[in-house]
């Protein structure tokens, strides 16, 4: 199956700061998802985003689907933003098969 | 708009204890449904997913089953928990056809004693 790793694992930045996350792939995807688990478990999708650039607020992604990648900025990041990132895809014509995987995370900590 | 409703949002049952947990959609039809597990500090893992009434399809053997009743509700269920049936549970939905976002529901954080 496709493989989706998330870098860095973890993070710990000051607030205000500014975060990249990253999501490489393994193959050709023609569905890809950002999602942000909060502390209490709550998941939220941030970003469908199979190609290109998509902004909401202070988050931004981009995929370039190309190249097997994708990226979600944080701009002026809040103690609100911690959390666990996640990144899922579905790979292009998995006929049959059209579920997302997700990648292990990248853990977000924010620091007043 | 569309919701998800899943509860309870926390569970504590002793080993053997049989298991249910509800999911309801809101807002939308014939929406395929899926549950995930989730063990603490993990990642995800799909347990089933669902296209439609009384279609259900595993992705992992276990100790656990699913149903879809109605359209719109999701049933996860046990006849004996384990132990190892302890973790975060968490239906979620999509729009069906081809690529569409999924959506979570709260989750329910089950714990086997």
């Known amino acids: 199956g496709i493989q989706v790793e998330q870098s860095p694992p973890d993070l710990i930045l000051q607030e205000g700061a500014n975060s990249t996350l990253r999501c490489n792939f393994s193959?050709?995807?023609?569905?890809l998802q950002w999602f942000h688990q909060n502390p209490w478990g709550q998941l939220i999708n941030l970003f469908y985003?199979?190609?290109g650039t998509k902004q909401n607020g202070r988050l931004s992604a981009t995929t370039v689907a190309t190249e097997r990648y994708s990226l979600l900025y944080i701009s002026s990041s809040q103690t609100t933003d911690s959390g666990v990132y996640f990144c899922?895809?579905?790979?292009?014509?998995?006929?049959?098969?059209?579920?997302?995987?997700f990648g292990t995370g990248t853990r977000l900590t924010i620091i007043p | 708009s569309q919701t998800i409703h899943q509860w309870p949002a926390t569970l504590v049952q002793p080993v053997g204890s049989p298991l249910s947990l509800e999911c309801t959609v809101e807002?939308?039809?014939?929406?395929?449904l899926y549950w995930y597990r989730q063990a603490a500090g993990r990642g995800l893992q799909l347990l089933f997913y669902?296209?439609?009434?009384?279609?259900i399809s595993s992705e992992v053997p276990q100790n656990l089953s699913a149903s879809r009743p109605q359209d719109r509700q999701f049933i996860l269920s046990s006849k004996k928990l384990l132990l190892s049936d302890s973790g975060f549970y968490l239906c979620?939905?999509?729009?069906?056809?081809?690529?569409?976002?999924?959506?979570f529901g709260n989750g329910t954080r089950l714990t086997v004693t």
């Open positions: 985003i199979p190609s």
């Open positions: 807002g939308t039809s014939n929406p395929n």
């Open positions: 979620a939905w999509e729009t069906a056809g081809y690529n569409s976002p999924l959506h």
């Open positions: 899922a895809v579905v790979k292009f014509r998995d006929f049959g098969n059209e579920k997302l995987t």
């Open positions: 193959d050709s995807v023609n569905n």
């Open positions: 669902s296209v439609g009434i009384g279609q």
